[in-house]
C-alpha cells in the first residue's frame, strides 16, 4: 500500500512539472504542440538463432497547426552479448497523414548499440547509441533525399517496490537523449534535437510490462525555417512477451 501510495504521488508531481516546464516552453516559443501516443510491442525470443524478435505499434497523432497521425510499424533483432551489450537492428514503416499536407512516408533502417553500465544495485544505467538512414517523400511524388542522423539516450532505471525489475515490480525512467543530423536533411515540419524523459511503468510479470511515458522534446520545424519548436508527449505502452 505504501508503494501504490508512493507511486500516485510521484506520478502527481512528474505531471504537474512536466506541464508547468512545457507551459514555459510554449510561452518561450511560438511554435509548440501537444502528441498522445500509444505503442503495442510484442517481443520473443528466438532460440535457434540466439535473440530477440521484437516488433513495435504505434499510432502518433500530434495536434499541430496541421493535424497529423503517423503510424508505425517497427520489426526489430536484439542480439545480447555477454549482459551488457546489446546490439540493436531494425527499420521504421512510417505513414503520416495530413489534413492540409501531402501525406509522408518514411522508411528507416538503424542499427544500434545498447551498454548496460554502471550498476549500482537497485538504480542501473544504459547508454543506447543508435545510426538511421532515413529514406522519406511525400505520397505521389519522388522519393527526397536521404538523410542520417545519430542518436545518444543516456538512460537510468530505478525499481521502486523491489530491489530489482521482477514480476510486480513498478519502476521509473529518467532519460536524455541528444538528435545529431549528419549533413542536408529533407524538411520536416517537426525535427527533434534534444529530448527529456521520465516514465512510470509497472511490470506485472514476464509476459506483460505497462509504462506512461512523459517528454518534453525540443525541436524545428524545417519546412517553415522556425529557429526553435518544442512539443509534449504522453506515451502509452504496452509490452507482451512470448
Given amino acids: ?30 511554435y509548440a504542440h501537444f502528441e498522445p501516443w500509444a505503442t503495442f510491442t510484442t517481443q520473443r525470443f528466438i532460440k535457434k538463432a540466439g535473440f530477440w524478435y521484437r516488433n513495435d505499434f504505434s499510432i502518433r497523432p500530434a495536434f499541430d497547426d496541421d493535424f497529423n497521425v503517423l503510424f508505425m510499424v517497427r520489426p526489430r533483432a536484439i542480439v545480447d552479448m555477454w549482459n551488457i551489450l546489446d546490439f540493436h537492428a531494425a527499420i521504421d514503416f512510417r505513414y503520416t497523414v495530413y489534413t492540409e499536407l501531402e501525406n509522408r512516408i518514411e522508411i528507416r533502417p538503424w542499427e544500434g548499440l545498447q551498454l548496460h553500465w554502471p550498476d549500482f544495485g537497485r538504480v542501473r544505467f544504459d547508454h543506447f547509441y543508435r545510426f538511421e538512414q532515413r529514406f522519406h517523400w511525400k505520397e ?77 522534446d525540443q525541436g524545428r520545424n524545417t519546412e517553415e525555417d522556425t529557429a526553435e519548436a518544442s512539443r509534449f508527449i504522453i506515451e502509452a505502452k504496452a509490452r507482451m512477451a512470448f
Fill in 140 to 216: 505521389g511524388k519522388e522519393r527526397d533525399k536521404i538523410s542520417l542522423r545519430s542518436r545518444y539516450r543516456l538512460n537510468m532505471h530505478i525499481p521502486l517496490n523491489n530491489t530489482r525489475t521482477t514480476d510486480h515490480t513498478y519502476f521509473t525512467n529518467v532519460s536524455a537523449e541528444a538528435f545529431i543530423p549528419h549533413g542536408e536533411t529533407f524538411e520536416e515540419s517537426y525535427a527533434s534535437t534534444f529530448r527529456l524523459g521520465f516514465v512510470l511503468g509497472y511490470n506485472h510479470d514476464k509476459k506483460w510490462r505497462y509504462q506512461l511515458d512523459f517528454y518534453l
Fill in 1 to 30: 500500500m505504501r508503494a501504490l501510495f508512493n507511486l500516485k504521488n510521484a506520478i502527481l508531481i512528474t505531471c504537474f512539472l512536466a506541464l508547468g516546464c512545457f507551459n514555459n516552453q510554449v510561452r518561450a516559443q511560438d
